[in-house]
């Protein structure tokens, strides 16, 4: 690799390297506010806990953000050095566009490598590492989440307000329950409530001392013309009030997508070995698409780092734009219409019959030749 290869490699890596580092950022943010965020203020996450957590979120992001950072990077890499009149300059001197585009199209290999490693070994990995450790740090205190004078409404079906909290033991506690429609079938008020967790149900148990309670017609709660039954109790029932939702048992349940390659071979083989019983044949078939699309999935995604590379390549020479926000937005919209196109082929992954998992190259073929026809009339 020459002077003039190596000073091309690297303006584009460079400049890949931070589009890759901003839209990790921007995607990883949506994450972090979501799922880490609650956990941290309320104090169930230490700030060491909560910076590895997010560590492990980089491979998932990175799927994503490696395709549309190359071409991000192709497009502000090029469009500056055709804007100064460098490619031109390389031209007069004898250059083909091929021959110039070639350090470009090395590190969009590189980069589709890379990707693969992602998408089958890193990512998988990162994501059952994740979730175990922030089932870890929240179950190691799972009271931290109750926080006094505030509604809790984490609980599918309960509305709870704990004015003040002492250890496993609340006071001034209320309670709402509600049916599907989120009416309130029944309100009790305690002077204190007492919260144990139960480990192996992943279950906090509640139970309520000197209670009043009005229970309201389940049809029409929301009618207050009949009298609401109303009762009092020294000591409640045991109420069991389910964490699975807030976080998962200490055994994550692995999701097909987190699964490396191996896995996903080993999972295909076994699914497709499954007894299928009379008419069930076509759910059969479904159930195998579905790992087959997974995998084509990770395949098709990796490459298309090197799809947007070799489109950017022409874009970038005919736009010659020096402007970061004009190259970001082509960016942005060809990785959209990208990721639209594979998103109407996994549609199909209930009609196996249309072989979803070789229309999901769809995309990747349709981007190839774009890329062709266009560095064709470049060159030209």
């Known amino acids: 690799m020459n002077l003039l290869d190596r ?22 943010l949506g994450n972090t506010i979501r799922d880490l965020l609650g956990f941290l203020l309320s104090g169930q996450l230490s700030i060491g806990v909560f910076l590895r957590l997010i560590w492990l979120l980089i491979p998932a992001v990175a799927i994503y953000s490696l395709p549309l950072g190359m071409l991000t990077g192709v497009l502000l890499t090029l469009g500056r050095l055709s804007a100064d009149s460098e490619i031109t300059a390389m031209r007069a001197a004898g250059l083909s566009l091929a021959r110039i585009a070639r350090p470009v199209w090395i590190l969009g290999a590189l980069g589709a490598a890379l990707a693969l490693y992602v998408n089958f070994e890193s990512m998988p990995r990162a994501r059952v590492a994740y979730h175990k450790e922030l089932g870890d ?99 409640s029932e045991p109420v069991r009030l389910s964490l699975d939702r807030l976080f998962g048992r200490s055994s994550v349940r692995q999701k097909i997508q987190w699964m490396t390659y191996s896995e996903l071979q080993r999972e295909e083989t076994r699914v497709a070995a499954l007894p299928v019983k009379p008419g069930e044949e076509k759910q059969h078939a479904r159930s195998v698409m579905k790992v087959r699309l997974t995998v084509q999935e990770k395949f098709t995604i990796a490459v298309s780092v090197l799809a947007f590379a070799l489109i950017g390549v022409p874009l970038g020479i005919k736009v010659s734009r020096r402007e970061t926000s004009a190259n970001l937005g082509v960016a942005v919209l060809l990785a959209l219409g990208y990721y639209i196109l594979t998103v109407m082929v996994g549609w199909l992954d209930r009609h196996p019959e249309y072989h979803p998992d070789v229309l999901l190259w769809l995309p990747n073929l349709i981007f190839l030749l774009l890329g062709i026809w266009l560095f064709r009339r470049i060159e030209k």
Not at 11 to 21: D, E, K, M, N, R
Not at 175 to 187: A, C, G, I, N
């Open 137 to 235: 740090a929240v179950r190691a205190n799972p009271l931290s989440f109750i926080v006094p004078k505030t509604f809790i409404r984490e609980f599918p079906g309960y509305v709870i307000y704990v004015g003040e909290k002492q250890g496993a033991v609340m006071r001034d506690f209320w309670l709402w329950k509600l049916d599907v429609d989120r009416r309130v079938t029944q309100f009790v008020r305690a002077e204190s409530g007492r919260f144990d967790y139960d480990e192996t149900a992943n279950d906090l148990i509640l139970t309520l001392t000197r209670a009043q309670v009005e229970t309201r017609d389940a049809k029409s709660p929301e009618v207050f013309t009949d009298a609401q039954l109303v009762g009092s109790f020294e000591k």
């Open 7 to 28: 000073h091309i490699f690297k303006s584009v890596l460079f400049t890949c390297a931070g589009a890759v580092a901003l839209f990790s950022f921007v995607l990883m």
